[in-house]
């Protein structure tokens, strides 16, 4: 008979002490994890019930709310839309202001990959981004820096496999020579720009001879001296001092007493601009808040004349569109000089589509008024 010394019998109690512990803690946490059914509507807001979502998310919080594990989202008809790694925070009655982390894959409802991207612990998008059409043929490829910022040369194809433009970017800005190509792979157009704005008031394009043309970048017309009928050879930067169509000015919004008393005097004249700039934006997403308006350019033949970060799109004939966040991913990519169709949308939030007719992208836009 074999004698076993006392300490290991002590040994085996606190050993089995031990694992009695950590499965009383593992059981509590699965008690305290809840599987959780979000509803959103086309718009990703959130719904309260199935049948007036567009999808629906299966996600698990754990006892302080914060989500558990891999997110997966669904059509309402039960294919899969979306399936994210991980978030930091789940916003239940606004999307956009959920905070994703790790990668994220988007499917068509054929199963087919859709967008694919990793975000940060801030939820900002990181490393490579992926864009694909239906038939699984690459449309765009970008890349973002650690702090969510395009760099590198973002390529646009179309679906033949064929180039259809080459943006340089630097820091979150396009940097550097625009390119667009036809799809036979011809090169077509030129843009430069500086810090995200156009160089010049003009741009090049080639005709099918190959022989390049100057053209007015915000009308798409030859460009001419005025009262001279032959192309202008001298370059013109673009003024950054040049009022826009439509302006906010400090000084025609406020008396000198006003900007005293709230400090806007001792802005320099960079912060004004700035300030400016702002409240132009934000004058914008007011008339949002307004009755809805008719547009009446519904068709073919506008394009692109500002672009204010893919929220605002200016066309050439001066109308103001608002583009939902979901959908900004491509507008904030879009050119000026793109071409664009209006059509009516079936969305009582967003009444049009905008289709750039250049990358063949569709997204949807309230008409907030003209300039």
């Known amino acids: 008979m074999s004698i076993k010394p006392k300490y290991m019998k002590t040994k085996h109690i606190k050993l089995f002490c031990i694992i009695s512990i950590l499965m009383f803690i593992s059981i509590g946490e699965s008690f305290a994890q809840v599987k959780d059914t979000l509803y959103y509507n086309k718009e990703w807001k959130g719904v309260e019930t199935k049948r007036e979502a567009e999808y629906y998310r299966i996600v698990t919080f754990n006892s302080n709310g914060i989500p558990k594990g891999e997110i997966l989202d669904y059509y309402k008809s039960g294919e899969l839309?979306?399936?994210?790694?991980?978030?930091?925070?789940?916003?239940?009655?606004?999307?956009?202001?959920?905070?994703?982390?790790?990668?994220?894959?988007?499917?068509?409802?054929?199963?087919?990959?859709?967008?694919?991207?990793?975000?940060?612990?801030?939820?900002?998008?990181?490393?490579?981004?992926?864009?694909?059409?239906?038939?699984?043929?690459?449309?765009?490829?970008?890349?973002?820096?650690?702090?969510?910022?395009?760099?590198?040369?973002?390529?646009?194809?179309?679906?033949?496999?064929?180039?259809?433009?080459?943006?340089?970017?630097?820091?979150?800005?396009?940097?550097?020579?625009?390119?667009?190509?036809?799809?036979?792979?011809?090169?077509?157009?030129?843009?430069?720009?500086?810090?995200?704005?156009?160089?010049?008031?003009?741009?090049?394009a080639f005709d099918k001879q190959g022989k390049s043309h100057k053209y007015n970048i915000k009308t798409n017309k030859l460009y001419f001296v005025s009262g001279q009928n032959k192309e202008k050879e001298n370059i013109k930067p673009i003024s950054k001092t040049s009022p826009q169509h439509f302006s906010l000015s400090l000084d025609k919004i406020m008396t000198k007493d006003e900007q005293i008393n709230t400090g806007i005097i001792k802005l320099s004249d960079k912060e004004r601009k700035n300030l400016e700039k702002w409240l132009k934006k934000w004058t914008l997403s007011v008339l949002t808040l307004t009755k809805e308006k008719e547009y009446a350019g519904v068709g073919s033949g506008h394009w692109i004349s500002e672009n204010s970060d893919g929220k605002i799109i200016e066309l050439e004939d001066g109308s103001n569109w608002l583009v939902p966040s979901i959908d900004r991913i491509y507008s904030s990519l879009w050119l000026v000089t793109d071409e664009i169709t209006v059509l009516v949308n079936r969305n009582d939030f967003y009444p049009y589509k905008l289709v750039n007719t250049d990358s063949k992208e569709v997204v949807e836009a309230k008409y907030i008024g003209s300039e």
């Not at 179309?158 to 433009?165: A, M, R």
């Open 81 to 204: 839309q979306a399936k994210s790694e991980s978030a930091k925070s789940i916003n239940r009655f606004d999307d956009s202001k959920s905070i994703f982390v790790g990668k994220s894959i988007i499917y068509y409802k054929s199963g087919q990959i859709e967008e694919e991207y990793t975000h940060n612990a801030e939820g900002k998008v990181i490393g490579n981004y992926n864009d694909y059409y239906k038939s699984g043929k690459i449309k765009t490829r970008a890349t973002f820096d650690l702090n969510g910022k395009i760099i590198g040369t973002a390529i646009y194809l179309y679906e033949n496999g064929q180039v259809s433009k080459e943006i340089p970017y630097s820091k979150g800005k396009i940097n550097g020579t625009v390119i667009y190509y036809s799809k036979t792979g011809i090169e077509t157009a030129e843009i430069n720009y500086v810090n995200g704005d156009p160089k010049y008031d003009w741009y090049i």
